[in-house]
């Protein structure tokens, strides 16, 4: 039981340059999220999935695209990096409903840096 | 619009000290979620504790207890006898129903151990 798996773990990218960031699930949860994480910020919501084939905008959407196409995968996108998206990005997924929220699981973390 | 609020950005004691984080939110929502994560230098989050807006009884945890009372929006968390490995950045986050799905972070407080 691998729980919340992130890949990659780091990368470094040039402005402009485009990449995707895998999040992977075994523990079978309707709800995934992706968070973005700088200094002095805490974690704040860029995109989250209440289930298979759906997404949502948090708090921070702009500049990137997500996609659940398999229950177990989020995948968040950047189709052209900018230096304002270095951050350490954390993927987390949960057993929430409507109408009781669960502990968020989180991932590893994926370490960005855009040059 | 809900916000969480940690005016501790850092506490250093010496161990076997006690110290409280503070926490205080803000949510117009009557059902809310309210949780503690602990990042330590390693960077993965975990989990510490939930608790939802009906639950008010305190909670204790071997070194660890947490304070909830909706009279003053405040959810604040003790060590007492603290240690070197309780060296970390603690967040407190809230849920609701009425915003987006995802946690809302306060800012974080890193807590420093003195041996």
């Known amino acids: 039981n691998a729980g919340v798996t992130q890949t990659p773990k780091f990368r470094v990218l040039k402005t402009g340059q485009s990449m995707t960031l895998l999040c992977a699930q075994d523990?079978?949860?309707?709800?995934m999220y992706w968070y973005r994480q700088d200094p002095g910020m805490g974690l704040r919501l860029i995109h989250y999935s209440v289930g298979e084939g759906t997404t949502a905008k948090g708090e921070v959407p702009d500049g990137y695209n997500v996609s659940r196409l398999k229950k177990q995968n989020f995948l968040l996108g950047l189709e052209s990096a900018a230096p304002s998206q270095t951050s350490v990005y954390f993927c987390?997924?949960?057993?929430?409903?409507?109408?009781?929220?669960?502990?968020?699981?989180f991932g590893p973390g994926t370490r960005l840096t855009v040059l | 619009a809900q916000k969480v609020t940690q005016a501790q950005t850092e506490i250093s004691v010496v161990e076997k000290e006690d110290v409280t984080l503070d926490c205080v939110y803000e949510t117009r929502d009557t059902t809310y979620y309210l949780f503690w994560y602990k990042q330590p230098p390693s960077g993965e989050l975990v989990f510490l504790i939930r608790?939802?807006?009906?639950?008010?009884q305190n909670e204790i945890s071997g070194r660890y207890s947490w304070n909830f009372q909706k009279s003053t929006s405040s959810f604040n968390f003790t060590i007492t006898a603290s240690q070197v490995v309780d060296s970390a950045v603690y967040f407190c986050?809230?849920?609701?129903?009425?915003?987006?799905?995802?946690?809302?972070f306060g800012k974080g407080t890193h807590l420093i151990i003195q041996p």
């Open positions: 986050a809230l849920i609701s129903g009425g915003g987006a799905d995802g946690l809302t």
């Open positions: 523990m079978n949860h309707e709800y």
């Open positions: 987390a997924s949960s057993y929430s409903s409507q109408r009781s929220y669960n502990e968020q699981f």
């Open positions: 608790r939802n807006s009906f639950d008010e």
